[in-house]
T-cell receptor
Framework: AAGVIQSPRHLIKEKRETATLKCYPIPRHDTVYWYQQGPGQDPQFLISFYEKMQSDKGSIPDRFSAQQFSDYHSELNMSSLELGDSALYFC??????????????FGPGTRLTVL | SQQGEEDPQALSIQEGENATMNCSYKTSINNLQWYRQNSGRGLVHLILIRSNEREKHSGRLRVTLDTSKKSSSLLITASRAADTASYFCATDPDSGGGADGLTFGKGTHLIIQP
């Protein structure tokens, strides 16, 4: 079965640079979520999109922005990178017809290292 | 303390024994989900229990939910070395909205000794 695809899988950037992470949800899933997991930490919710509109917002820094495109893939744009942004970034998708008890299917993550 | 506190933080048991992990949360929820994560890898969904359910089984997994105490437990029976991983509970808030982000607990690191 198709899973959530994230690219790149690994990314190394310098401080103050920008980064763009991409997420391709499971086919027919139109809801996408982004999470950040620091070393030894639990995942923290950043932001979600439903039908290309922002749906819920968590602890996403102002330096980050995200959007969902017409094909439902999503991109997380990160600017003025800081050392503390080094983390594993997960994307998850869910199917709307399951209602409020949506199971979120997680991608393999993008490991961002900021030097 | 944060939503989704888990205990113990680390658990080491012998293969074949049962492992129990607990999770507490603070707000009203639609459901509570348990995930597994191998070191530095992706999150694997294990089981979802709705707020109107009290117990759910899936293979060697048994999850309970007590909404009056805002707590849940995950039991893994007949543990195997391959069960070694971190286990997280995550709550889906009852906010009335859609596409809500999950709130994860701190996780329990489970080690199964062969």
């Amino acid at each position: 079965a198709a899973g959530v695809i994230q690219s790149p899988r690994h990314l190394i950037k310098e401080k103050r640079e920008t980064a763009t992470l991409k997420c391709y949800p499971i086919p027919r899933h139109d809801t996408v979520y982004w999470y950040q997991q620091g070393p030894g930490q639990d995942p923290q919710f950043l932001i979600s999109f439903y039908e290309k509109m922002q749906s819920d917002k968590g602890s996403i820094p102002d330096r980050f922005s995200a959007q969902q495109f017409s094909d439902y893939h999503s991109e997380l744009n990160m600017s003025s990178l800081e050392l503390g942004d080094s983390a594993l970034y997960f994307c998850a998708s869910s199917h709307p017809l399951r209602g409020p008890n949506n199971e979120q299917f997680f991608g393999p993550g993008t490991r961002l290292t900021v030097l | 303390s944060q939503q989704g506190e888990e205990d113990p933080q680390a658990l080491s048991i012998q293969e074949g024994e049962n492992a129990t992990m607990n999770c507490s949360y603070k707000t009203s929820i639609n459901n509570l989900q348990w995930y597994r994560q191998n070191s530095g890898r992706g999150l694997v969904h294990l089981i979802l229990i709705r707020s109107n359910e009290r117990e759910k089984h899936s293979g060697r997994l048994r999850v309970t939910l007590d909404t009056s105490k805002k707590s849940s437990s995950l039991l893994i029976t007949a543990s195997r070395a391959a069960d070694t991983a971190s286990y997280f509970c995550a709550t889906d808030p009852d906010s009335g909205g859609g596409a809500d982000g999950l709130t994860f607990g701190k996780g329990t690191h489970l080690i199964i000794q062969p």
